[in-house]
Nanobody, 120 residues
Framework: QVQLVESGGGSVQPGGSLRLSCAASKSSPSIDVGGWYRQPPGKEREEVASMTYGGSTNYADSVKGRFTISRDNGKNTVDLQMNSLKLEDTAVYYC??????????????WGQGTQVTVSS
């Protein structure tokens, strides 16, 4: 059973930093593509950043140059370093993992979500 456990959310002032971490359960196969999504209040969920097992990354235009996604394939974790946070970064952040299971079927998994609040 694959579970994703997130940590690291919280409240910060504009310009501050936070680091989000996501760990797959110990019995989980390796994360193929790991990523972070967010859902601001009253808006739809959007992709923030993603990273393949090989290290290729993709970022939303709104976070380029401020956020950095990283992963530890040995620990099966995916992190998101968020710097220069803005008010509009306030959202619930969700870890996402595409994991290849039996018969090479790729399934999509989500973390429980962690609140990030940027306010002055």
């Amino acid at each position: 059973q694959v579970q994703l456990v997130e940590s690291g959310g919280g409240s910060v002032q504009p310009g501050g930093s936070l680091r989000l971490s996501c760990a797959a359960s110990k019995s989980s196969p390796s994360i193929d593509v790991g990523g972070w999504y967010r859902q601001p209040p009253g808006k739809e969920r959007e992709e923030v950043a993603s990273m393949t097992y090989g290290g290729s990354t993709n970022y939303a235009d709104s976070v380029k140059g401020r956020f950095t996604i990283s992963r530890d394939n040995g620990k099966n974790t995916v992190d998101l370093q968020m710097n220069s946070l803005k008010l509009e970064d306030t959202a619930v952040y969700y870890c996402n993992a595409q994991i290849r299971g039996p018969y090479a079927i790729v399934r999509n998994y989500w973390g429980q979500g962690t609140q990030v609040t940027v306010s002055s």
